[in-house]
């Protein structure tokens, strides 16, 4: 079986409590000593084995390995990862059997994470994802107080468009948030704007 690590807590003494999440289920796994192993960290992709499904106590991991990616050892690359995955884990919360959607959509952006800006794939990922739960606004009114937009916007969180002085917060271009909703590509986007993209989507899915 394969998931990304999504939530990590210590239990007793150096044993660990893992969310895993898979193509179908968001599971808890228990591993015993799990705070000496390397592979069960934030966020790894990991292969295993389960034992004790059936019983009254927790299910555990055993036969760990870990499916490794070369920017792995890029700090800065790997902190901006673990503010991604901590998203899945709130937004998931509760759940306990997901869409493939959610595991493809980890497993594509950690694919092409070391090849682009790693804020750029969060955004688009975002934008795909917003378009599977039909969440994404790119109506011309303004959330707040439901006038049509200007030619500059602001995001509230989940990319909500409204007028800057509605929530007083920085401008965007509409033309192009437009434009990035209905291709799903941030290309045209500096780096400085997606920063801003960035931000929003770290308020939560």
């Known amino acids: 079986m394969k998931g990304f690590v999504i939530g990590l807590h210590r239990a007793r003494n150096e044993d660990m409590i893992a969310l895993v999440l898979s193509p179908t289920e968001i599971r808890s796994y228990y591993r015993f000593f799990g705070a000496r192993h390397s592979i069960l960290q934030l966020g790894h992709l990991i292969d295993f084995e389960t034992e004790g499904e059936q019983g009254h106590f927790m299910p555990r991991l055993r036969s760990l390995s870990h499916m490794g990616f070369g920017w792995l050892h890029d700090h800065n690359r790997v ?38 800006n790693p804020k750029r794939i969060v955004c688009e990922s975002y934008i ?78």
């Open 128 to 205: 795909e994802l917003l378009k599977f739960e039909g969440r994404l606004h790119h109506e011309n009114f303004c959330h707040i107080c439901e006038t049509p937009l200007g030619e500059q916007v602001a995001l509230m969180q989940a990319f909500i468009p409204a007028h800057t002085e509605c929530i007083y917060a920085p401008p965007l271009d509409k033309e192009k948030l437009f434009r990035f909703f209905e291709s799903g590509r941030a290309t045209h986007y500096e780096d400085s704007e997606i920063e801003y993209l960035y931000e929003v989507v770290m308020k939560g899915f």
């Open 79 to 116: 902190l901006v990862w673990h503010n991604f995955v901590n998203r899945f884990r709130d937004h998931l919360k509760d759940l306990d059997t997901v869409e493939r959607f959610y595991y493809d959509l980890l497993l594509d952006a950690a694919l092409k994470w070391g090849r682009q």
